[in-house]
């Protein structure tokens, strides 16, 4: 079993920053795609970039580029969301997911591991 755990939410005022991490455990041998996605309330579950853990590749979606950058410790089997000049909009909870592969994914479908989500408020 895998066990991924997000933390680093919050509340912060528009223009802040945040940085979540994924730390993850278990059998992650192999996990190298990982992700981040997020649902504002009332909204379904959308992408928000993806990593290889393997190669290093990135993907963001059109929302959050240039203001988020995805990074990894592999040492510490960590994945990070630098999360920059925030945006009421970006208020959503945020999921980590892993998946077996060696490719960058950005549908949620792809990915059979998942965190529990942690919560990021953009308010003044």
């Known amino acids: 079993q895998v066990q991924l755990v997000e933390s680093g939410g919050g509340l912060v005022q528009p223009g802040g920053s945040l940085r979540l991490s994924c730390a993850a455990s278990g059998r992650t041998f192999r996990m190298y795609a990982r992700a981040w996605f997020r649902q504002a309330p009332g909204k379904e579950r959308e992408f928000v970039a993806t990593?290889?853990?393997?190669?290093?590749?990135?993907l963001y979606a059109d929302s959050v580029k240039g203001r988020f950058t995805i990074s990894r410790d592999n040492a510490k089997d960590t994945v990070y969301l630098q999360m920059n000049s925030l945006k009421a909009e970006d208020t959503a909870v945020y999921y980590c997911a892993a998946r077996e592969s060696t490719r960058v994914l950005t549908a949620q479908f792809e990915y059979n591991y998942w965190g529990q989500g942690t919560q990021v408020t953009v308010s003044s």
């Open positions: 990593i290889s853990l393997r190669s290093g590749s990135i």
